[in-house]
């Protein structure tokens, strides 16, 4: 099993450019998630999915949209790239509610808006 | 909400000697607790987590903790760090009751000195 894969592993934009960060899963879980990791502020939660079709809105949605068409991909679209954006993004996933389960993560993506 | 606590932003501790890591966790009833370690570049790994019975669980590398309900605390402790432990660890608490959303601590960086 690769697990959870994310690519690219490293990625810059200027402000106002659009691009998705990609996230697979090979486990068949039904829970998927991102988070973004700013420097002393630890994990925060962006988007969630329960399963294909249903996604909803973590602690820092803003500019940020998901969706999951199926079991094994989640990706994340940043819609205009700002700033303050810029941070380790990562994929996680679990086979239970990312609360009650094992979370899985993949390796992150580093993105770096000018 | 829960929120979570790690009160230690750095920790430094000489190869051999004993670690302890505190965590400290606001929520009404019993949490679901998770220790998860992040070696540099990586995405994190489950260490170990609590959800009931024996308040002291054993995780991955040597790793155990203690759920203290009186204290509100999930303390990581390791009897004896190895260099290679030299990694960020974060905390993380999520409502029982099938909550999706579990929220992280600060994380905090250990240094191992040889």
């Known amino acids: 099993n690769a697990g959870v894969t994310q690519t690219p592993k490293f990625q810059v934009l200027k402000t106002g450019q659009s691009m998705t960060l990609q996230c697979a899963q090979d486990?068949?879980?039904?829970?998927m998630s991102w988070y973004r990791q700013d420097p002393g502020m630890g994990l925060r939660l962006i988007h969630y999915s329960v399963g294909a079709g249903i996604t909803d809105q973590g602690e820092v949605p803003n500019g940020y949209n998901v969706s999951r068409s199926t079991t094994e991909d989640f990706p994340l679209r940043l819609l205009s790239a700002a700033p303050s954006q810029t941070s380790v993004y990562f994929c996680?996933?679990?086979?239970?509610?990312?609360?009650?389960?094992?979370?899985?993560f993949g390796p992150g993506t580093r993105l770096t808006v000018l | 909400a829960q929120s979570v606590t790690q009160p230690d932003i750095h920790i430094t501790v000489s190869e051999g000697a004993s670690l302890e890591l505190r965590c400290n966790y606001s929520?009404?009833?019993?949490?679901?607790l998770f220790w998860y370690v992040q070696s540099p570049g990586q995405g994190l790994q489950l260490l170990l987590k609590?959800?009931?019975?024996?308040?002291l669980v054993q995780g991955i590398k040597g790793f155990e903790a203690e759920f203290k309900r009186s204290q509100s605390s999930f303390n990581l402790r390791k009897p004896s760090v190895h260099w290679s432990d030299a990694a960020e660890y974060f905390c993380?608490?999520?409502?029982?009751?099938?909550?999706?959303?579990?929220?992280f601590g600060r994380g905090t960086s250990l240094i191992v000195h040889p």
């Open positions: 609590y959800f009931s019975g024996d308040t």
């Open positions: 993380a608490v999520a409502a029982s009751g099938g909550s999706y959303i579990p929220t």
């Open positions: 996680a996933s679990s086979a239970l509610a990312g609360g009650t389960d094992t979370q899985y």
């Open positions: 486990m068949n879980h039904e829970y």
């Open positions: 929520y009404g009833a019993t949490p679901y």
